[in-house]
């Protein structure tokens, strides 16, 4: 296949338009320029051909991973999940698992893909907010993260005590609360991610404290 015209583009910088003399137009990258010695009028065997639009995939699977994580931090699941995920427009071609998987080395080796460290500012996050450790479980397993990481993760999260007593007092405001009161109060704890142990005993310290009073 004879390369008929190799010009820069003139949309994207660093990108390179190599049309061929059947008609389609490969974009390519300065990397494959160079790696590939292409120019005008070169011409291509099979097998350079299809080792030429396979680094074109390529590359375009790992722009589009680092577009993907510094837009928001992610897992690594997430990232393959949304990399192999039925494109919307039915003339893209889809990003196969083994690309995804590829990218997704490439940006770990960057230090832009990183579990361990993704898992703990997600329990970070939902401590902050208020919420149970059950919560952050829940909230690293719908991301992803591998469960080796979770303990580790979950340290973040710190003592429960802090955070159920502050919703507790948010919650009742000095009031001595009714028994269907304290239903509500509690199934919302649980909701918040809560254990049952912990719930009983902040609402043991507030009737204390009502007491005390």
């Known amino acids: 296949m004879k390369i008929e015209k190799l010009a820069p583009s003139a949309r994207v910088e660093g990108r390179w338009l190599c049309h061929l003399e059947d008609g389609s137009i490969l974009r390519v990258g300065e990397s494959e320029v160079v790696s590939f010695a292409l120019y005008t009028g070169k011409e291509l065997t099979d ?12 590359r375009s699977v790992r722009e589009k991973a680092l577009t993907l994580v510094t837009g928001r931090s992610m897992s690594r699941k997430e990232l393959v999940d949304k990399l192999t995920a039925r494109p919307r427009d039915e003339k893209k071609k889809p990003v196969n698992a083994e690309q995804a998987e590829a990218a997704a080395d490439w940006l770990t080796e960057l230090g832009y893909l990183n579990d361990a460290e993704y898992a703990r500012a997600v329990a970070r996050h939902y401590a902050a907010k ?40 948010r919650r009742l405001r000095g009031t001595r609360p009714d028994p269907r009161e304290l239903k509500r109060l509690s199934d919302a704890l649980l909701r918040r991610g809560f254990d049952w142990e912990d719930i009983r005993a902040a609402l043991g310290r507030y009737a204390d404290g009502m007491e005390e009073e």
């Not at 097998?47 to 390529?58: F, H, I, K, P, Y």
């Not at 479980?137 to 991301?143: G, H, P, Q, V």
């Open 130 to 169: 208020g919420y149970g450790e059950r919560r952050v479980r829940d909230e690293l397993w719908k991301r992803g993260v591998p469960r080796e990481l979770w303990d580790e993760a979950l340290e973040e999260t710190g003592d429960a005590e802090e955070p159920i007593d502050a919703f507790v007092r």
């Open 47 to 58: 097998e350079e051909l299809t080792a030429l639009e396979g680094a074109v995939e390529a």
